[in-house]
């Protein structure tokens, strides 16, 4: 079933002047909203309520509010409590006192906040508590927008048709953007708290422009939305470059069109100019549960969202677990120290990096020495942590060294086929489990001694660089030295091999470098056509086919023709910035030839991948 529309008038009436009331916030929700609109409705003027958003020095404010509050007969909102952790105390010193305090019968205190471990949990209990979770799916959000509006308010407007279209277009939007969260990485890299506050603002922006202008000045309209309202949200530039494409579908001409359809299906359109139980039947007779079709996303990605549950849901339990193994067989300390075992023997030996360097040394035309050097040493640093730490949980499991929280830590990972955290900080960035990491960490290792071995590689695994983006400014620094050009005139050109494969590869190209190892989600390459193509059925990843980076100087950039690919490390998409200034994660943009426009690859969330789960 789907989540009834919020009610604060059934929660209010379990209220009183002693009993609070609560809204436990989650990500995308503000009631703030609906708390004005609920006061206006209860006839409780601007001046007889008042709020505060809590967070330093607000303490006092807040103090002087409750009194006056509960003197007056007032409504007092306290907002964001737990950004005020050292005032909990005093909060529920407040709420004990108006059961013995003369406060105002109209007084009402109101409080929201996160889950916090430090909030006051007699608070919790004397106050009646309400949440309001986003809707889940597109129907239920269209509902709530709607069923929160008056009746009138769909005739707003000099031009009440346009008005109407164009609010639909927002309320679309508005879903979709908030619903495309559930589909984790390949939906939005970072998970931006859109809340209700941002479509009311475009909303208002839209009445304006459309009393003031006889034609509707879309594109200023899209600006606001996607650059500004919601736009001021979001951090990451792929995600900004998506939500900039998404309004496109929403705010337009066609808009006003009444058989113009928002995805392929055709079941999605603005429903012809009517009232407003109309637009709520024709809402609710939209599929409950929409295929990743309206989202621009393909199939797969409910796959995707149904595999990252179970991951969660199977590290929740696993985290929870006794440590205590009941019955027969062996000891959990017998199972470390067995797994120790094989690891050890697993683990690759130490680069001897003082002699490498005498063969491999620094030169002026050959970048890729220093690039070699430099992933040794991070390699080894990794190798170093792994061999110290394994021989101390093994003292500490056989009670010759006291076991520390680091250790505990490890152990419990290990047990649980994981990667010890202590690894994984000074590691590469790796999304599997313990087994296939281990195997991946011999894998980049046979790679670079090759490369000791028989010299500089012909054809390079991307993926066996700690840090790729060293990899890809030596090819261009080889480059520039070798034709004497600067080397920030230059970019890569990205030729495509796909009837070549890495083992056919006897030479190094004359200029840039060969490169294979990365995989597609969301899209798959068509060995036929040469192009991009929609991913067949239950295919998560395919193999992207072996690139040749070329550097060239001032090149022009394609406008059309090719889709500009983000490529990650990792799955997770998301990463920080370093103090190299390069992202832990995203590593380049590469193109890729396509005959269908750019925008449908960058609704459908298609990046490239270094390394995959397993």
Not at 422 to 448: A, H
Request: proline residues 6%.
């Amino acid at each position: 079933g789907e989540y009834p529309t919020f009610n604060l008038m059934d929660s209010y009436k379990d209220s009183k002047e002693t009993i609070p009331l609560i809204f436990i916030l989650s990500a995308g929700s503000d009631p703030m909203g609906d708390w004005e609109k609920f006061a206006d409705l209860k006839g409780v003027v601007k001046t007889k309520r008042e709020s505060v958003s809590l967070g330093q020095g607000q303490e006092k404010r807040a103090d002087e509010m409750i009194r006056r509050g509960k003197e007056n007969g007032m409504w007092v909102l306290l907002q964001n409590c737990h950004f005020a952790k050292s005032w909990m105390p005093k909060l529920e010193q407040v709420v004990e006192s108006l059961a013995d305090s003369n406060a105002h019968r109209d007084f009402r205190l109101w409080l929201t906040s996160m889950p916090a471990d430090y909030f006051p949990v007699s608070v919790l209990q004397t106050s009646v508590k309400m949440t309001i979770e986003p809707p889940s799916g597109i129907r239920a959000n269209l509902t709530r927008t709607f069923a929160n509006m008056e009746p009138t308010e769909l005739a707003k407007t000099k031009a009440p048709k346009k008005y109407q279209k164009l609010l639909y277009g927002f309320a679309f939007f508005h879903a979709i953007v908030q619903d495309r969260r559930k589909f984790g990485p390949i939906g939005w890299n970072i998970q931006y708290e859109f809340n209700n506050e941002d479509l009311k603002v475009c909303i208002k922006q839209m009445e304006y422009f459309i009393d003031q202008y006889e034609d509707v000045p879309f594109k200023d309209l899209k600006f606001l939305a996607a650059e500004i309202n919601y736009g001021g949200r979001v951090t990451d530039d792929k995600d900004s470059r998506l939500i900039q494409v998404i309004v496109e579908d929403y705010i337009n001409p066609k808009l006003f069109d009444d058989d113009y359809s928002f995805s392929a299906s055709g079941l999605y359109k603005a429903p012809p100019f009517s009232d407003r139980d109309a637009l709520l039947k024709f809402t609710s007779e939209l599929p409950q549960n929409p295929n990743p079709e309206v989202f621009g996303l393909h199939e797969n990605a409910e796959i995707l969202t149904a595999q990252a549950s179970t991951r969660e849901l199977l590290e929740t339990i696993l985290g929870i677990q006794p440590r205590e193994v009941a019955g027969g067989g062996k000891t959990r300390e017998e199972v470390i120290l067995d797994l120790v075992a094989y690891l050890e023997k697993n683990t690759p030996k130490l680069f001897p990096i003082s002699e490498i360097s005498k063969q491999y040394q620094t030169q002026y035309t050959e970048s890729m020495n220093t690039v070699l050097i430099q992933e040794l040493i991070r390699y080894n640093k990794l190798i170093d942590v792994m061999v110290e730490t394994m021989k101390q949980l093994k003292k500490a499991l056989k009670g010759e060294e006291v076991m520390s929280e680091e250790l505990e830590q490890m152990e419990k990972m290990l047990f649980n086929n994981m990667v010890p955290e202590i690894w994984s900080e000074r590691g590469f960035l790796s999304l599997k489990p313990l087994m296939s990491w281990i195997k991946d960490l011999n894998d980049r290792v046979k790679f670079l001694n090759k490369w000791i071995d028989n010299g500089t590689p012909s054809v390079f695994w991307i993926s066996g660089f700690f840090f790729p983006q060293a990899f890809l400014t030596g090819t261009l620094q080889n480059f520039a030295r070798k034709y004497q050009i600067a080397i920030d005139k230059l970019s890569f050109q990205f030729i495509i091999h796909d009837t070549l494969t890495p083992e056919m590869i006897k030479q190094k190209p004359e200029d840039g470098c060969y490169v294979y190892g990365m995989s597609f989600e969301g899209a798959r390459w068509d060995y036929d056509a040469h192009v991009l193509a929609e991913s067949l059925p239950k295919e998560l990843y395919t193999p992207i086919p072996m690139l040749q980076f070329l550097p060239i100087s001032d090149r022009k950039v394609p406008t059309s023709g090719i889709y500009s690919c983000p490529v990650y490390k990792v799955l997770t998409r998301t990463g920080t910035l370093s103090t190299t200034g390069h992202s832990t994660n995203f590593v380049i943009f590469i193109e890729i030839p396509t005959n269908v426009p750019e925008t449908k690859w960058i609704k459908a969330g298609v990046a490239g991948f270094l390394a995959l789960r397993y």
